[in-house]
């Protein structure tokens, strides 16, 4: 069965403190792993697709990167905006998505 | 920009009752998903749906749940004879394949048993 950890559980951060957040997997047949943005009362929004070990992925100050092992989201010089929980999920052979229990970034001004 | 839209947004119910949570995909997307999320857990996966037929089921997609596209434009989840432990978001997804291509989520509804 596939499994997805990610790590911390929590961070807290200052405007502008830039920080990494990890996720770690086991699965058959990585087809691809997804990271998603999840604002409170709302569905996971899509951020990025890696498909590959050594891949990497930008938009604005979230940068991700792919090893055969882990995945990690960099925040570069975070904004409040960028409070939100982060959900990492990967897709094996079976095609669904397998999710992580995500990490809530908190960005104080 | 397209979404997936899903009604109600929240839905009470007593157990017992049936209740059918409703779903439009984004439109040019042809594979279809729906997820829970009991509150302070994980977002697990339910069922996939292609082509007017069932993917994928996990253990949790019991004969409790079912699922249908009654038209073109909707997808519905389905779950009879509710239980206490079904209470959580329910999220609808939707992609343009099913491989290799992210799912594009709702922002669910919340269904509460009582």
């Known amino acids: 069965e596939d499994q997805v950890t990610q790590s911390p559980e929590a961070l807290r951060l200052q405007e502008g403190e830039s920080s990494s957040l990890n996720c770690s997997y086991t699965v058959s047949g990585l087809r691809g792993l997804f990271w998603y943005r999840q604002d409170p009362g709302k569905g996971p929004e899509f951020l990025f697709t890696?498909?590959?070990a050594g891949e990497e992925k930008e938009k604005e100050r979230l940068k991700a990167t792919l090893t055969k092992k882990e995945s990690f989201l960099h925040i570069t010089a975070p904004k409040p905006e960028d409070s939100a929980t982060y959900l990492c999920a990967v897709q094996g052979g079976d095609y669904k998505l397998s999710f992580g229990a995500g990490t809530t970034v908190t960005v104080r001004a | 920009e397209p979404e997936v839209t899903q009604t109600p947004s929240h839905q009470v119910t007593q157990m017992g009752q049936e209740v059918i949570l409703r779903c439009v995909p984004i439109?040019?997307?042809?594979?279809f998903y729906w997820y829970r999320q009991i509150l302070g857990q994980k977002v697990e996966f339910l069922v996939s749906f292609y082509n007017n037929e069932i993917s994928e089921k996990s253990e949790i997609f019991d004969d409790q749940f079912s699922v249908e596209r009654p038209d073109g434009s909707n997808f519905t989840l389905k779950i009879r004879s509710t239980k206490l432990e079904d209470s959580a978001m329910y999220f609808c997804?939707?992609?343009?394949?099913?491989?290799?291509?992210?799912?594009?989520f709702g922002d669910g509804t919340r269904l509460s048993i009582l």
């Open positions: 997804a939707s992609s343009v394949q099913f491989s290799n291509q992210p799912q594009h």
């Open positions: 890696l498909y590959s």
């Open positions: 439109s040019n997307h042809l594979y």
